[in-house]
């Protein structure tokens, strides 16, 4: 059996929106790719195809390098889907570990991990309150930031979207370009996220400094114990300003999750450092598979 062509195989829509959150409520997944908000999002980074194999819905996508793959699939007979996707000559991206375990155990498959896609996993209560010394240089800088200025933190509300989008803006002329070819990718995906929200189910925490927004951070709910962080942005010369924005996302945001995922790194140093330095829990491992060439 093949994968059906188009147009069975077509893009990913926001009329998928039910039927992806039926899908995921059931499968309860912690790799952060699995919201449909994630996806939908980035489909047009990813190119995100929606099809059917069999009886199992399946997501593919293609990476930043062009390099095309599919997400595990989601619900059905997964090994039969697996089976045909693998014949087809596709790669599969995105299987955590028990997916691992479960379906990429057999021989005539090479699976290996992909550090640089790995989420980061924090406790919710550790971001929200940063105790002990462990946290001590992160709570010295909100102190810092809090110190010198008169802020408002408010969940974010549609009329909050010009600020966001305008923050959004000077960030984007103050960030380096050169060889970060995903970087407009992931400004366009922001934006239509802001302007987007209460559609898709977003939630998220806006500071304003003189009225004025100067952080935002969006997210929503990965599973019953699990927040996940989608988008974050803030000022880049208010020294401490994101550091209080990450705080105040876990604060009052998704209060009964015990979990906050903060997404991946994609292999850049600084940002690797900077995730480090929130004492992850667990690096939620994410692997790829393909069929070993004979």
């Avoid at 959150?21 to 195809?49: M, V």
């Avoid at 304003?208 to 803030?234: D, I, M, P, Q, Y």
Wanted: net charge negative; proline share 5%; hydrophobic share 40%.
């Amino acid at each position: 059996m093949e994968i059906p062509p188009y147009p069975a195989t077509r893009p990913l829509e926001i009329g998928d929106k039910p039927t992806l959150d039926d899908i995921f409520t059931h499968l309860q997944p912690r790799i952060s790719e699995l919201t449909f908000a994630g996806l939908y999002l980035f489909r047009r980074a990813h190119d995100y195809h929606l099809t059917l194999v069999g009886d199992a819905t399946v997501l593919l996508g293609k990476g930043y390098d062009a390099g095309r793959y599919v997400l595990p699939p989601l619900g059905g007979d997964v090994t039969a889907a697996l089976d045909v996707l693998f014949d087809n000559g596709l790669e599969l991206y995105g299987a955590d570990e028990a997916f691992a375990q479960l379906y990429l155990a057999e021989t005539g498959l090479e699976v290996t991990e992909e550090r640089s896609s790995f989420d980061y996993l924090y406790l919710r209560e550790e971001l929200a309150t940063l105790p002990g010394n462990r946290f001590h240089k992160k709570k010295n800088r909100v102190n810092y930031f809090a110190a010198r200025h008169a802020f408002e933190v408010n969940v974010f509300q549609p009329n909050h979207r010009c600020g966001c989008l305008e923050l959004l803006d000077t960030w984007y002329r103050m960030a380096e370009h050169e060889e970060n070819a995903s970087l407009d990718l992931e400004l366009e995906a922001t934006a239509e996220a802001i302007s987007t929200a209460v559609d898709l189910g977003l939630e998220g925490v806006v500071v304003t400094v003189g009225g004025e927004v100067k952080a935002f951070a969006l997210g929503e709910r990965l599973n019953r114990e699990t927040a996940v962080c989608h988008f974050e942005k803030a000022d880049p010369f208010m020294e401490g300003l994101s550091q209080l924005v990450n705080r105040e996302f876990s604060r009052l945001l998704f209060t009964d999750c015990r979990y906050v995922n903060r997404e991946q790194d994609l292999g850049e140093p600084g940002l690797r450092n900077a995730k480090l330095s929130y004492h992850p829990v667990e690096l939620v491992k994410k692997f790829r598979a393909r069929p070993i060439p004979r």
